[in-house]
């Protein structure tokens, strides 16, 4: 377990869970949604939908402080994105962050000059609150365009140009993977900006279980093994087309992920 909390310490975006309403914010004109109010029921299938680990489901995780997936920065391989290709573009005006956890990379996807709002997305409350918490703190991009929203993704129904999944895709229950690529193409603004984006860090590629050695079953986890080729599957399937995709550099990775990390960029 120890050489397990190691290789998933990282960024706060492996976390998900029941939230009794949806706590929209508003970006500049545009609603994100109307506020819901989930019932006891609602609120129970979301929970067992994200499921969790450890025994709890991601609230419970994030109050506890279960979470080793978090590094306390935001993902190099993003700011340098965002500093060498995003900052050369004008197209890219909302952004959207699921799982964003602790809200680092909403912070550094703010960075992009073009941007006008940013939302970090989960589905515990206690990860929004953290985030919030911590957002005045952000110094890298532009503060004032992100909001933090306690809700779930495959509720969403707006439109965004650029989107990062990090340890999101590889957090959730195998049942709900080709949901997952369902809903990215419907939250992509492909159609008023044909060079929308889905940009992928696809991680982990490799884990070690409780005895210290590889694991090799694919249905182990979270975070459960991913690899480019289930990912290229999953998105080809609903249409998205692959721009590029490298192995991270290790001077572009957690030191703890180095090696475990492919980037792969999409649109449709």
Same mark, same amino acid.
């Given at each position: 377990?120890?050489?397990?909390?190691?290789l998933?310490s990282?960024?706060s975006d492996?976390?998900?869970r +029941?939230?009794?309403?949806?706590?929209?914010? %508003? &970006?500049?004109?545009?609603? =994100?949604?109307?506020?819901? *109010?989930a019932?006891?029921s609602?609120q129970?299938?979301?929970i067992?939908?994200y499921?969790?680990?450890?025994g709890?489901n991601?609230?419970?995780?994030?109050q506890?402080n279960?979470?080793?997936?978090d590094?306390?920065q935001g993902?190099?391989?993003?700011?340098?994105?965002v500093?060498n290709?995003y900052?050369?573009?004008?197209?890219?005006?909302?952004g959207l962050?699921?799982g964003c956890?602790?809200?680092y990379?909403?912070?550094l996807?703010?960075?992009?000059?073009?941007i006008?709002t940013?939302?970090?997305?989960?589905?515990?409350?206690t990860?929004?609150?953290s985030?919030?918490g911590?957002?005045e703190?952000? +110094?890298?991009?532009?503060?004032?365009?992100v %909001? &933090?929203v306690?809700?779930? =993704?495959?509720?969403?129904? *707006?439109?965004?140009?650029?989107?990062?999944?990090y340890?999101?895709?590889?957090?959730?229950?195998?049942s709900?993977?080709?949901s997952?690529?369902?809903q990215?193409?419907?939250?992509?603004?492909?159609k008023?900006n044909?060079q929308?984006?889905?940009?992928t860090?696809?991680?982990?590629l490799?884990k070690?279980?409780k005895?210290g050695?590889l694991?090799?079953?694919p249905?182990?986890?979270?975070?459960?093994?991913?690899?480019f080729?289930?990912?290229?599957?999953?998105?080809?399937q609903?249409g998205?087309?692959?721009i590029?995709k490298?192995?991270?550099?290790?001077?572009?990775?957690h030191?703890?992920r180095?090696?475990?990390?492919?980037?792969?960029?999409w649109?449709?």
């Amino acid at each position: 377990m120890q050489r397990l909390n190691k290789l998933i310490s990282g960024r706060s975006d492996i976390h998900i869970r +029941s939230s009794i309403v949806m706590n929209i914010n %508003s &970006f500049n004109s545009r609603k =994100f949604s109307s506020t819901i *109010k989930a019932s006891s029921s609602e609120q129970e299938t979301t929970i067992k939908k994200y499921g969790g680990m450890m025994g709890k489901n991601w609230d419970e995780l994030w109050q506890n402080n279960q979470t080793p997936w978090d590094t306390k920065q935001g993902c190099p391989i993003l700011r340098h994105l965002v500093e060498n290709v995003y900052n050369n573009r004008s197209d890219l005006k909302h952004g959207l962050i699921p799982g964003c956890g602790n809200g680092y990379d909403a912070d550094l996807m703010s960075g992009i000059k073009s941007i006008e709002t940013v939302t970090g997305l989960d589905i515990s409350e206690t990860a929004v609150e953290s985030a919030n918490g911590k957002k005045e703190s952000f +110094s890298y991009g532009q503060v004032s365009k992100v %909001s &933090f929203v306690c809700g779930d =993704f495959f509720n969403v129904d *707006k439109k965004f140009d650029i989107i990062f999944d990090y340890t999101f895709l590889c957090a959730l229950p195998l049942s709900l993977r080709e949901s997952w690529a369902k809903q990215m193409k419907n939250l992509l603004n492909s159609k008023e900006n044909p060079q929308s984006e889905l940009v992928t860090l696809i991680f982990p590629l490799f884990k070690y279980n409780k005895n210290g050695q590889l694991e090799t079953d694919p249905t182990v986890g979270p975070p459960y093994l991913l690899n480019f080729e289930l990912v290229e599957k999953l998105l080809t399937q609903q249409g998205f087309t692959l721009i590029e995709k490298y192995p991270v550099p290790a001077n572009l990775s957690h030191p703890a992920r180095v090696n475990n990390e492919i980037i792969a960029r999409w649109k449709l």
